[in-house]
């Protein structure tokens, strides 16, 4: 279960109903069409779930993450809360069959990160604050950790979360109903801010507060879904004065194959992020843990799913 479903749920991402969610996905392939090559019968994968046209200047100029006519599995088309999903033969990547069912869900969101943490550009010893831990979030803690970053900064209110952050990398984490995450970020960074500012949440106050947790020449990646008639508000003189850098940062853009190698390597605690089991036909529960912060990552398993 991603945060994005429940952000579809809560209409901060719009859909045309009716639709089945879910665009984690791992999977063991049931059949194959005649012309498939490189998927048979009995695969473990996993799918890229957004689909790309492959024609369009975006592209065709090395960025298909930000093709107009994509096309999204759980989004636009439906996807994995059910028994089974059809997918193309370009969109579905597979893991050595030993790999644990419970960390091939792990390789959609982690191709995402791959790609935010990579704008960010770190340099070992720089300083990061990433506001959010939930799976992305705690994702770009341990991502950073292996970068090299030296103080690394969670915000995150929730106790659970704010100790799997700990447990992934984080120096200190700030509960930003007790403390202002602001001042408290440059309180630990010598009073310079951080160097990478990372928004993971997906609301105008926490991107604003990322911003002004950016040092002088800070990097700030905003990955957090927004409502699409959201609004900020940032000083653009600031922006200017200490050249900050703002960017987001969407779905994969062809990171797939490296968050697969990153998970076979063990580069990832996959054991801090799968909090809770849930058959599919409980889904709403798994709903009701995600919306209340209580679980981090929460596998949804269809009746006879192969657990091992």
Known sequence: MCGTDLATLEGRNLVNAPLILGHEIAAEVAD???DVKNARKGDRVTIDPNISCGICYYCRSNHPNLCPNIVSIGENINGGYADYVIAPETAVFRF???TPWDVIPLAEPLSDVVNGVSKAQIRPGESAVVYGAGTMGLLWLTLLKKSGAGTLISVEPREKRAKAALEVGADYVIDPTKK?????VFRLTNNRGADVAAELIGRPDT????????????????MGVCRPDAVGSFSPFEIMRYERKIMGSFIANGNVDLAIEELSKGFIKTEVFITH??????????????????????????KGAPTS
Do not use: H, M, W
């Not at 604003?208 to 020449?217: D, M, P, R, T, V």
């Open 32 to 34: 194959v069409g005649a």
């Open 180 to 184: 202002d995450p602001i001042q408290e």
């Open 207 to 222: 991107v604003e507060q990322a911003i002004k947790s950016a040092s002088y020449g800070g990097r700030i990646v905003i």
């Open 277 to 302: 089991k849930i058959p599919l036909d409980e889904i709403a529960r798994a709903f009701e843990l995600n919306k209340k912060g209580e679980s981090v990552k929460t596998l949804i398993v269809p």
């Open 96 to 98: 050595p069959d030993s």
